[in-house]
């Protein structure tokens, strides 16, 4: 009787084993499946502040990419584009996408981010919201903002900050690029 009670809770103990091994090849291929989601740019559409939506497809061909997943009210993004600016010749034709979340009633928000910030003098740089919609912040799991991925002229993904990079790491990955 002994062995027969034995022989079971060796049973329900491979039985666990199996299921957590399980579970982490199948987090394993979601991380790996999730990194590889972000080597080609999302398929955004975003409403800019004249009310024309923005896509992939409006992306000039073989320039290289930044979007830039933002908050027009955070302090952090505001930041990186108050460093940007004096900087933008590096990054010479790269073409600037500049998404946020903020609700489309809100887009008067997103205009002043411009104003503010003098964004119109760039025409490499467009900023838009995705609504609510959520679709690039899905997609790069944005946890805070901003975030920051590069792309090259073929629009594979050389680098992705989900911090605020210095101006330095910056410029070098558009460089990359």
Not at 67 to 81: A, E, G
Not at 134 to 142: H, N
Not at 166 to 175: N, R
Request: glycine share 4%.
């Amino acid at each position: 009787m002994l062995t027969f009670i034995t022989g079971i809770n060796q049973s329900i103990l491979m039985k666990k084993l199996l299921l957590i091994l399980s579970l982490i090849v199948v987090a394993g291929c979601t991380q790996a499946q999730n990194k590889q989601t972000i080597e080609n740019i999302p398929p955004f559409k975003i409403l800019k502040s004249d009310s024309t939506y923005f896509t992939p497809a409006n992306l000039k061909k073989n320039k290289p990419v930044m979007i830039i997943y933002f908050s027009p009210d955070c302090s952090h993004c505001q930041h990186l584009v108050y460093e940007m600016k004096p900087k933008m010749k590096q990054f010479g034709d790269t073409q600037i996408v500049m998404v946020t979340f903020t609700e489309f009633t809100m887009l008067k928000m997103i205009k002043n981010f411009t104003r503010d910030f003098g964004l119109a003098r760039y025409p490499n740089i467009t900023v838009g919201t995705e609504g609510h919609t959520y679709v690039v912040q899905q997609y790069y799991q944005v946890k805070t903002t901003p975030y920051i991925a590069i792309y090259d002229h073929k629009g594979k993904l050389v680098q992705a900050f989900d911090k605020v990079p210095s101006m330095e790491e910056l410029i070098i990955a558009v460089k990359k690029a």
